[in-house]
Nanobody, 124 residues
């Protein structure tokens, strides 16, 4: 079973930046970041397909967040710039060992391995 360990969350003022990391214990075809704010449903933020390095972003983060992966280290990153209070949430790393041969999805049901989450708080 693949294990995921997230790091890099914290508190930052609006306009600031943070970088999240997610280390996977084994090879995965897809990895993604999801987030859940208090009182809201979990939503997909960004996803990455290892073959071809394809990416997919939620509209709310396009142009501000960048997802990338270090294949040698099986580590996924999320560079978050121009953060605003609406980005405050628990961020979860997710992975799949199934290759659907498609663009990386932002649907929860496509991922069967989840990390414990890391909190991101953005103050105004």
């Amino acid at each position: 079973q693949v294990q995921l360990v997230e790091s890099g969350g914290g508190s930052v003022q609006a306009g600031g930046s943070l970088r999240l990391s997610c280390a996977a214990s084994a090879y995965t075809y897809y990895m993604a970041w999801f987030r859940q704010a208090p009182g809201k449903e979990r939503e997909g933020v960004a996803a990455f397909r290892r073959r071809g390095s394809y990416t997919n972003y939620a509209d709310s983060v396009k142009g501000r967040f960048t997802i990338s992966q270090d294949n040698d280290k099986n580590t996924l990153y999320l560079q978050m710039n121009s953060l605003n209070p609406e980005d405050t949430a628990m961020y979860y790393c997710a992975a799949s060992r199934i290759d659907w041969a498609s663009s990386p999805p932002l649907r929860e049901d496509k991922y069967n391995v989840w990390g414990q989450g890391t909190q991101v708080t953005v103050s105004s």
